[in-house]
Structures are given as C-alpha cells and as structure tokens.
C-alpha cells in the first residue's frame, strides 16, 4: 500500500458514498448484497463490512438483521446553543435553548452524595483524589425524547453542610449551578468547557437512543468562582447525528 493511502474500507465508503449523494439508491432502497458488493469493489468480505459500518455510523445507512441494509432516512439535524447570557439572566440555558426552538425542555436527575472523586475528576476540581463529591447524573429531554446526558460533580467541601447539597432538593431545586451556588454566598465568575469528539459508549447510547459508537460531541465543562476555585465540573454528551453545538459569546462595543 502506497503511503498516506487510504485503507481499503475507507475507499470503498468513500464510494459508496458518492453513489448514495448521486441517488443511486433512493431512500428506503435495499442495497446490493454485501457479496455482490464486495465483489463490484474487489475487496474482500470484511472490508466491505467496515465501509458498510462507516456509512451506517454516519447515518447514511441502516442495517436490518436478517434483511439486508437499506439507505436511511435522512434525520434532522438542530441546533443546541450554549450562551453564557442565558445564565446572567436566571433563566435556566437548557429550557431556554428549546423553548427557542419551539419545544418542551426538561430534565431528569439521581444524585449519590458522598462519592469518592476519581482521579481525573479530582484534576479537575481541585481536590485529592478519594475527596468526597456530590455525583449527580442528568438526562435533557425534548418533547420527553432524549437530547443530552451529563454527569456532574461538587465538592461536598463547598456544599456539604448547605441546603443546596443535592440539586434535585432543597430550595433551590431545579436550578443551575449558577443560581444554587449564588444562594450559599458563592459567585460563579467563569465557566469552561472543553469539546471533544468521541464514539457512543453503549451506555450513552442506551440513554440517548443512539447505535454503539455513533459519534458523540462530550463538553467537559467546569464552573469556578471569582476566586478561581472550581465548584463543579462536569461532562456532556450531545449526540451528534441529531445536534449540532453553537457557542454564543458577547461581543464589548470597543469605546474611543
């Protein structure tokens, strides 16, 4: 094989990609077996089955055990805007962002109080390893469909001994880190994330009705205070066939 060359799976998809954009196969079409293709491509079985994987990870196709694979129906695709404007106003982003778009937002969360902080998750918090943390796992829904998952930590040093120790409890149930920390006398003065492409976990794909190894869109997000300090970080996961994640920043009017 010639350097920098593709492999052969990718090739063929490549191909068979182009073909399914020209309108070979209109949607709902049954494609030729893998043999027949396989043998159109001169490649063997299992490189037709990777490119074939490809495509059906892309979204491009559908696999029917027992049947064959057939050209999928195209799925929307929306926009998920993430702003830091829509914290300064109180209004919850999630809820906002979807009533935007005309849909019911809402959320489901199980907190577990005095979890030990793994290692990665203690880097990020500032904190030892094994410290004690609230873990709080939440599901977004659209419409009650599922949009998004995100496991969150706080320290139990910040919030331990405070009403807000559980988000999900308490008088300030249901609200965003911003406001619960706002109500013990904490400001949250930065927040950062992180996003990265990842494959669907078959966990995440179970919550977010998703295939195994679909690609995913994980935001590693991170609340500190004006001080510096972080008090909480957590990851999100948006699946990446149904939505796409748009920034939205403030712009400072430059003054002579």
């Known amino acids: 094989?010639?350097?920098?060359?593709?492999?052969?799976?990718?090739?063929?998809?490549?191909?068979?990609?182009?073909?399914?954009?020209?309108?070979?196969?209109?949607?709902?079409?049954?494609?030729?077996?893998?043999?027949?293709?396989?043998?159109?491509?001169?490649?063997?079985?299992?490189?037709?089955?990777?490119?074939?994987?490809?495509?059906?990870?892309?979204?491009?196709?559908?696999?029917?055990?027992?049947?064959?694979?057939?050209?999928?129906?195209?799925?929307?695709?929306?926009?998920?805007?993430?702003?830091?404007?829509?914290?300064?106003?109180?209004?919850?982003?999630?809820?906002?962002?979807?009533?935007?778009?005309?849909?019911?937002?809402?959320?489901?969360?199980?907190?577990?109080?005095?979890?030990?902080?793994?290692?990665?998750?203690?880097?990020?918090?500032?904190?030892?390893?094994?410290?004690?943390?609230?873990?709080?796992?939440?599901?977004?829904l659209a419409d009650g469909r599922p949009v998004q998952t995100s496991v969150s930590w706080e320290p139990m040093a910040i919030t331990g001994d405070t009403p807000v120790l559980l988000p999900e409890m308490g008088p300030m149930a249901g609200k965003g880190v911003v406001e619960r920390m706002q109500f013990i006398g904490i400001t949250v003065g930065e927040c950062v994330e992180v996003p990265r492409p990842a494959r669907a976990t078959q966990a995440q794909a179970n919550l977010l009705g998703i295939s195994l190894g679909d690609l995913v869109l994980v935001i590693e997000r991170t609340y500190y205070d004006t001080d510096g300090r972080p008090v909480e970080t957590a990851d999100i996961v948006v699946p990446d066939v149904r939505w796409e994640v748009a920034y939205e920043y403030g712009v400072q009017p430059r003054t002579e």
């Open 1 to 140: 094989m010639v350097p920098d060359e593709p492999p052969p799976y990718q090739k063929v998809a490549d191909d068979l990609r182009r073909r399914l954009a020209a309108g070979e196969w209109a949607v709902g079409d049954k494609l030729p077996s893998r043999a027949q293709l396989a043998a159109h491509y001169k490649v063997g079985p299992n490189v037709l089955q990777k490119a074939q994987e490809r495509l059906i990870i892309e979204g491009l196709l559908e696999g029917r055990a027992g049947v064959g694979t057939y050209v999928r129906v195209p799925r929307e695709r929306r926009r998920l805007v993430r702003s830091r404007h829509r914290e300064r106003r109180g209004i919850d982003p999630f809820e906002a962002g979807m009533a935007e778009l005309g849909i019911s937002g809402s959320w489901d969360a199980h907190s577990q109080a005095r979890t030990p902080a793994p290692d990665a998750i203690a880097q990020r918090l500032g904190i030892a390893p094994g410290d004690l943390c609230v873990r709080t796992a939440y599901e977004f």
